[in-house]
């Protein structure tokens, strides 16, 4: 079984739209992320959602927000979608705040493109 | 300017081959260094964590080091599937945990 799943894998999209991505995982971990992959491989972090308690990278714009339905999921939803939004977007998650160095497990990514 | 540079950027080996992979950075108050490998199309897979000067860790045929400055990948005779990209990323510490990550080396290992 897959620990931490995305939906979907690929996303081809318009600029303008507004799109969503699933992540799901079933290590019942606490603590779940999302990152940003660009071009170049460049990996940036964009938010840690713990216990309902939501951390932001400030660098990112707020057409991004994710929703947290329960533990076990943590949804990316993009509004007014722009061409630099083009990435690949990993979900993570970790037991607990204070072990996420330990044991973060990624997901496969969802590559996003918009045209 | 990159707080957290690698290099080199790409590197070759034949099998057996050891070499090292260098992870410099500038931030100050280091909380954390991670290492990661990612394979192409797949997600980064955790690798280890370093937190002090001095600090070694191993798995197989890694060993990751740190000093105040940089850190060291050390691949002890590689072999094909070590081939993938290696990503290093710092956390400065603070109130939240935002890591601070490289752009990778890129390692093929020849049979």
């Known amino acids: 079984d897959t620990a931490v799943s995305q939906t979907p894998k690929y996303l081809v999209t318009q600029m303008g739209n507004d799109k969503s991505i699933k992540c799901e995982q079933n290590l019942g971990h606490d603590t779940m992320y999302w990152y940003k992959q660009d071009s170049k491989k460049f990996l940036k972090i964009m938010f840690s959602?713990?216990?309902?308690?939501?951390?932001i990278n400030e660098t990112v714009p707020n057409r991004f927000s994710p929703k947290s339905p329960d533990k076990a999921h943590l949804n990316l939803h993009i509004n007014s979608l722009e061409l630099g939004d083009s990435a690949v977007y990993f979900c993570?998650?970790?037991?607990?705040?204070?072990?996420?160095?330990?044991?973060?497990?990624f997901g496969p990514g969802t590559r996003l493109l918009v045209l | 300017e990159d707080q957290v540079t690698q290099s080199p950027e790409a590197l070759r080996l034949q099998e057996g081959e050891s070499s090292s992979l260098n992870c410099s950075y500038t931030?100050?108050?280091?909380?954390?260094l991670f290492w990661y490998r990612q394979d192409p199309g797949k997600g980064p897979e955790f690798l280890f964590t370093l937190y002090s000067a001095g600090e070694e860790k191993e798995k197989e045929r890694l060993k990751a080091t740190l000093t105040k400055k940089e850190s060291f990948l050390h691949i002890t005779a590689p072999k094909p599937e070590d081939s993938a990209t290696y990503l290093c990323?710092?956390?400065?510490?603070?109130?939240?945990?935002?890591?601070?990550f490289g752009r990778g080396t890129s390692l093929i290992v020849h049979p």
């Open positions: 931030v100050s108050g280091l909380r954390g």
């Open positions: 959602y713990n216990n309902k308690e939501l951390i």
């Open positions: 993570a998650s970790s037991p607990r705040r204070g072990a996420y160095q330990e044991t973060q497990y």
């Open positions: 990323a710092v956390d400065q510490g603070g109130g939240s945990y935002i890591p601070t």
